[in-house]
């Protein structure tokens, strides 16, 4: 019986770039469900700043991006700005109901060949690539499918990107991958030790 993983990622992330080259990794009867959702907005949602926001930590984020990428046969290429606004590409990539090949194309545009979704010319080669209209940036369709999608992760508890929901679990960034592959070989893995005593763990401080 075929299992169904659902991949949220947003085109600004170099990571969900490489998790995207390592789904060929996962057991032949996974099903992966690509799902655009906007990160502002689940960063807002949880009050949180993404790396890229945190001065000293923009450069490590860069430098361990295209380390990772490495590693596992990815190159990368950022644009030159980064983080940019990735809206309407989202839109075109929710509207257009992009498959994985699509999305392949996608983040080769932004982290292949590196250039950032933020211009008018650059959204109308976008779309071109991937042969859609630049149209649906404006969609109210598309605009309603992405919103919906970015609500539908906040209410699963998705809190970054890339993030694998597979059932009730969540699995987040590339560095998680290899944990939702020793998942999907052993799905009850979390329910003893080492990992059964973690939801007791209590909160000792919390910063407000």
Known sequence: MARTVTFY?????PFAHIALARLRELPSDVIITPRPVL???ILSHWGQRGPAEIGPKRIHTYRQAVHLGSRYGVSLR???RHPFNPLAAL??????DADLAMLGRAFDFVFGQGRAV???E???AFAQMLEVSADLAADETAKARLRTNTEEAIALGVFGVPTFAAGAELFWGVDSFDMLKDWLANET???GEPYAHLKAVAVGIERK
Not at 9 to 13: P, R
Not at 91 to 96: D, N, P, Q, S, T
Request: proline fraction near 8%; hydrophobic fraction near 55%; glycine fraction near 8%.
């Open 9 to 13: 990622y947003d085109i600004l992330s």
């Open 39 to 41: 990160l502002g907005a």
């Open 78 to 80: 950022f644009p030159p």
């Open 91 to 96: 839109r075109i990539l929710a509207g257009a």
């Open 118 to 120: 933020d211009t008018a």
């Open 122 to 124: 650059d959204v109308i």
């Open 189 to 191: 893995m979390f329910d």
